[in-house]
């Protein structure tokens, strides 16, 4: 699976990516820097566009997910310990379409087995 990934760009911006002063004993020496002005390194909030991809291959996702992101909608970071009602998540039931339910367990079978809360194993889904 790790060689389905491997052709993907360098990813300055990936969620797992130190910043340039990260563990540095010195703080006016960074401890990564790139050889390209400009560049931004790491983002602890945000997953970046190649996250995605790397997940989405890894996870399986049918091609047909890729179709529901959108790149240039709002993206508002939701912090959640999946112990709150709905983790901040709003269904309109006004509409048709995709709505968030909560569940307790692995997903699918290619889906994590555990989870980051207080060991309930809830996960939100977006049903589609």
Request: with cysteine.
């Amino acid at each position: 699976m790790w060689t389905n990934i491997q052709g993907l760009p360098y990813d300055y911006t990936s969620v797992t990516h130190v910043g340039p002063f990260e563990h540095a004993l010195d703080l006016k020496k960074p401890t990564v820097s790139s050889k390209y002005p400009g560049v931004h390194f790491g983002d602890k909030m945000n997953l970046s566009v190649i996250d995605i991809q790397k997940l989405r291959t890894l996870y399986k996702c049918p091609t047909e997910a890729v179709n529901h992101y959108v790149a240039d909608s709002e993206y508002r970071p939701v912090h959640c310990t999946f112990d709150l009602p709905m983790c901040e998540l709003v269904n309109d039931w006004t509409l048709h379409g995709d709505k968030w339910i909560k569940r307790r367990g692995a997903v699918t079978e290619n889906a994590p087995q555990t989870d980051h809360s207080n060991g309930n194993g809830k996960v939100m889904c977006n049903e589609y």
